[in-house]
């Protein structure tokens, strides 16, 4: 494989990054009813577990609300994981355990092609665990995420790695989906070899 000559530039120069809302601030058993994401929620390059509902009172949604194309990216505990906001999750809130990315000129960085460097064991490796460490306590500042450094090479190359990272990230999916189809018919023929009483 040849190695490809592009610039490399931090993340701050090609997105806007901000940090979700502190949810106990602006929780509310009579507020209005909002989904939330949470990193538990990150799972494969783009949002599809079902969101949680929080009773929630004077949030801005125009400032706060996810866009379609807004990258999320997990600050404590797992980080680096990375989901790309799709359209049935704009307008979502994001808790303050994630980054909320909003690239600054799409065509100049694709969303798909930063959600899937983000996402990668080179970033991770190259970027990420020089601010972990061996640390017990597993996080990252916004201040960190702006410093970190991101290649951008032409959109022809960015659309051709998103496509095999979205291509890898489909198998995948199914791949789990079909090994617990698997997992649950054997699960079933032990109730049906010795039943349910013991």
């Known amino acids: 494989?040849?190695?490809?000559?592009?610039?490399?530039?931090?993340?701050?120069?090609?997105?806007?990054?901000?940090?979700?809302?502190?949810?106990?601030?602006?929780?509310?058993?009579?507020?209005?009813?909002?989904?939330?994401?949470?990193?538990?929620?990150?799972?494969?390059?783009?949002?599809?577990?079902?969101?949680?509902?929080?009773?929630?009172?004077?949030?801005?949604?125009?400032?706060?609300?996810?866009?379609?194309?807004?990258?999320?990216?997990?600050?404590?505990?797992?980080?680096?994981?990375?989901?790309?906001?799709?359209?049935?999750?704009?307008?979502?809130?994001?808790?303050?355990?994630?980054?909320?990315?909003?690239?600054?000129k799409s065509s100049y960085i694709s969303p798909n092609y930063l959600v899937s460097v983000l996402n990668s064991q080179w970033f991770y490796h190259t970027q990420l665990s020089a601010i972990t460490g061996s640390s017990t306590v597993i996080s990252i500042s916004l201040t960190q995420l702006r410093q970190l450094k991101i290649p951008v090479p032409d959109l022809i190359t960015q659309t051709k790695l998103a496509d095999l990272f979205f291509s890898l990230d489909k198998l995948k999916k199914s791949s789990l989906s079909a090994l617990k189809v698997r997992q649950e018919i054997t699960e079933e023929s032990l109730f049906q070899l010795f039943g349910e009483n013991i």
């Open 1 to 104: 494989m040849t190695k490809i000559d592009c610039p490399f530039f931090k993340i701050d120069q090609i997105v806007r990054l901000t940090q979700g809302i502190p949810i106990s601030r602006h929780k509310d058993n009579n507020g209005m009813f909002y989904c939330l994401v949470s990193p538990k929620h990150l799972d494969g390059l783009t949002l599809e577990n079902s969101i949680d509902k929080v009773q929630l009172k004077n949030v801005d949604v125009s400032k706060h609300g996810l866009l379609k194309n807004d990258i999320l990216v997990v600050l404590r505990h797992d980080i680096g994981k990375a989901a790309l906001i799709t359209e049935n999750f704009s307008g979502c809130l994001a808790d303050k355990n994630l980054a909320v990315i909003r690239c600054k």
